[in-house]
């Protein structure tokens, strides 16, 4: 089976964080815009009662494109050793956005889900601008995300996610070429690692309060 494979970069920006200046400064070092979109999108992730998924650093996920479109989506790391993670992403579309279908989705699959729980360890809103940019022979995708976990916990996330490319470092160059202006935080962790620990420490804050 010939899986995709996701190789994308993720840094954390703040609310003054400027993405049209981001953008643009990567135009003036080469790159060409080529698409502008905007997407709404409902993440609802499931996982089994011991948190296997969470702690392998693989997702299991149904996704609600702009209140129509519904998608399955599994995920799970073949390498963590450098500047991101890369993950095989499978996606299913589904007829529903109810559990069985997505099991359903995935009972052709190499992985046993019969452990997963059917109800949802984390809900998310993220209203998503995407640029897709070029340089050369190099297609990628940069989106701005503002993210809501469980109607509860807002951030804001710019993934660099390539589509096309000749040159197996392009997320490399691209991450250089960003530090020499910007200060910004990488994480290789999933939105779906990183709203449990966000409303988990919003849940421990609140106790000590």
């Known amino acids: 089976m010939n899986e995709p494979k996701e190789m994308e970069l993720k840094y954390l920006v703040d609310d003054n964080f400027d993405i049209i200046s981001f953008v643009l400064y990567l135009v003036n070092n080469g790159f060409t815009m080529e698409d502008l979109n905007h997407v709404t999108n409902e993440d609802i992730y499931f996982d089994t009662p011991d ?6 650093d693989s997702s299991l996920r149904i996704r609600i494109i702009n209140e129509k479109k519904i998608k399955g989506t599994l995920k799970y790391p073949v390498d963590n050793d450098g500047l991101y993670m890369q993950r095989i992403e499978i996606e299913k579309d589904l007829e529903s956005k109810t559990f069985d279908a997505l099991l359903n ?4 699959e190499k992985f046993d889900l019969s452990k997963i729980c059917p109800f949802p360890f984390l809900r998310l809103f993220n209203s998503r601008h995407d640029f897709t940019l070029k340089n ?3 297609i990628i995708t940069l989106s701005f995300d503002i ?16 589509k096309k490319t000749t040159n197996p470092k392009v997320l490399e160059d691209i991450n250089e070429l960003i530090k020499r202006k910007y200060d910004l935080k990488t994480t290789k962790q999933s ?19």
Do not use: D, P
């Open 191 to 209: 939105k779906y690692q990183r709203g449990i620990e966000l409303t988990k420490l919003a849940i421990l804050t609140r106790k000590h309060l």
């Open 147 to 162: 993210i809501t976990y469980n109607e509860a916990i807002q951030e804001l996330m710019v993934e660099i996610e390539t």
């Open 105 to 108: 989705a995935f009972n052709n």
């Open 136 to 138: 050369g022979e190099n």
């Open 51 to 56: 948190r296997l998924l969470q702690r392998t």
